[in-house]
Nanobody
Framework: QVQLVESGGGSVQAGGSLRLSCEVS????????MAWFRQAPGKKREGVAF???????NYADSVEDRFGFFKDSARNAAFLQMNNLKAEDTAMYYC?????????????????????WGQGTQVTVSS
């Protein structure tokens, strides 16, 4: 049974940092693409960071140079390190995995093309 469980969200002040975790069971994360998405109230779910099958990573322009996406194969987990957080980063953050082969970058990371999702973890940044 596939499960993705996020944790690590919380409330921080602008300029602060958080690390989100996505613990995966049911498949080996080294074999599949993964991504972090976020959704703010009243807005569409948007891709934040994408990790393809070959190990390449890319980010949405809004988080480039502030966020880092990495995996720990031993734990079968993925992480999103978020630094210099801004109020506009406030959203529910989701981990997603196993994307359609047509997804090759964050720009093509449509949520509909991901098979598995976590339940989300809330990030709130106060200015």
């Amino acid at each position: 049974q596939v499960q993705l469980v996020e944790s690590g969200g919380g409330s921080v002040q602008a300029g602060g940092s958080l690390r989100l975790s996505c613990e995966v069971s049911g498949f080996d994360i080294r074999r599949y693409c993964m991504a972090w998405f976020r959704q703010a109230p009243g807005k569409k779910r948007e891709g934040v960071a994408f990790f393809d099958r070959t190990g390449r990573i890319n980010y949405a322009d809004s988080v480039e140079d502030r966020f880092g996406f990495f995996k720990d194969s031993a734990r079968n987990a993925a992480f999103l390190q978020m630094n210099n957080l801004k109020a506009e980063d406030t959203a529910m953050y989701y981990c997603a995995a196993q994307c359609h082969e047509g997804v090759t970058s964050i720009a093509t990371a449509n949520p509909r093309n991901f098979a598995y999702w976590g339940q989300g973890t809330q990030v709130t940044v106060s200015s």
